[in-house]
């Protein structure tokens, strides 16, 4: 089998991507237990901070998106990590909760920053009839730092004694390290467009009249993001998890699990979704996703929700890698920066709407976060079976090559 899709940026991308997710989710299984026990906060805080967060990287993908289409992107790659790791301190030095929502923020600016140039930079790289295999191997990658991380994390809970704050300082050393990676990434002239010039005219270029978008990206983004605004924030699923009475190792496994899943499942549906049509695979995705929102809002103590978790993996795992090349195959090599930009920060924006509803829901009384829960699977369950049945319907077009 030929390897021609498994290229050097993208192998460096994937490590970059493993080591700060190993240092995102060894701090963020932790964070409501922070924000919640530590910090005191009510739960609705944590729908704030999250949400925020969301929101703040959502705007800054449009805008390096756009950016990067005329300009190197390694630059805008390295100060995304940079900017995640910077978030990571003032998370762990936070002694109250707005301190944890600037650390948040700044966190999920560098993530803005970065996401639609790498994953530019990702399908620059790789033959266009392999997208979906390239994003799904990057997601594996990046997903095995999710297990990682909270590994570390029960270490370090064990090793100090369940000092929460003490094991989030963990999290900047792998932050760095990925921040130093970028520097290995190789960018070509070419991957940027033949007709580029690097001067500063080059700039107005993206604001010709005719919008380099075509139809059909609109339209699937659409879809995606109206799914998203029922997709609220890992950390209130986590936040069910321990209401349900778990220890804080317990939510942290439970939470392994989800990524392990997550991991082992990114690559195969990447690889489907060059074969198959995206819609059905992103719709597979989203029923795994309305089984594991509404089991959790039903189901008590009990085992079920390491099972539930493990079934809420396949959603990320059928949708997030897929989703990116969905989007590359709609649009031309030299906009995939503003495609993935716009694509990427209205889903932000509409995770953002997500965790303030449900976390105000949340505060309304105790059991009140069985409703976000049920509310969403339902809707879940519509927009999967919409996906699937009907997915003829729902463009998959591939932008033909020049």
């Known amino acids: 089998m030929r390897r021609d899709w498994l290229t050097r940026n993208l192998v460096i991308l994937t490590l970059v991507s493993l080591t700060q997710d190993a240092a995102s989710e060894l701090l963020y299984p932790l964070l409501p237990l922070f924000v919640t026990g530590v910090l005191a906060a009510p739960p609705v805080v944590l729908g704030l901070v999250e949400g925020s967060a969301e929101a703040a990287a959502g705007i800054s993908k449009y805008v390096a998106g756009r950016w990067s289409d005329g300009r190197a992107r390694r630059p805008f790659v390295t100060a995304g990590y940079g900017l995640a790791a910077l978030g990571k301190v003032l998370v762990a030095a936070a002694f109250a909760w707005p301190i944890v929502l600037l650390g948040r923020v700044v966190d999920r600016l560098g993530k803005g920053v970065r996401s639609a140039p790498r994953d530019a930079l990702i399908a620059a790289s790789v033959p266009r009839e392999h997208y979906g295999r390239a994003f799904g191997f990057h997601r594996t990658g990046d997903t095995l730092g999710a297990v990682v991380g909270p590994l570390i994390a029960l270490a370090g809970l064990s090793l100090l004694n369940g000092n929460v ?34 001067d500063a005219p080059t700039v107005v270029q993206p604001a010709l009249p005719k919008s380099p978008l075509p139809p ?22 986590l936040l069910r998890v321990s209401e349900l009475g778990f220890t804080t190792t317990q939510v942290v496994l439970a939470y392994v699990v989800y990524n392990l899943v997550y991991t082992l499942g990114s690559y195969p549906a990447g690889a489907w979704s060059d074969r198959l049509p995206r819609p059905l695979v992103y719709g597979v995705g989203l029923l795994a996703f309305a ?11 009990s085992g079920w929700v390491f099972v539930l978790l493990a079934v809420y993996g396949v959603f990320p795992a059928f949708t997030d890698g897929v989703g990116k090349a ?19 920060s209205l889903t932000n924006g509409a995770v953002f709407v997500a965790g303030l509803w449900a976390g105000l829901t949340w505060t309304l009384g105790p059991g009140a976060g069985v409703v976000p829960l049920l509310v969403s699977g339902v809707l879940g369950l519509v927009a999967g079976l919409v996906l699937v049945i009907g997915r003829h319907r729902v463009t998959g077009a591939v932008v033909p090559l020049a």
């Open 291 to 301: 089984a594991a929102y509404a089991g959790l809002g039903l189901v008590g103590h």
């Open 326 to 344: 969905w989007i590359s195959s709609l649009v031309t090599d030299e906009h995939r920066g503003r495609a993935q930009g716009v694509f990427q």
């Open 216 to 237: 059909e990206f609109w339209r699937v983004t659409l879809i995606l993001v109206g799914i998203a605004v029922v997709n609220f924030p890992d950390a209130l699923l």
């Open 165 to 198: 704050r003490a094991v989030m300082w963990w999290a900047v050393i792998p932050a760095l390290l990925s921040t130093l990676l970028t520097f290995l990434v190789v960018e070509k002239r070419s991957q940027r467009g033949a007709d580029e010039v690097p």
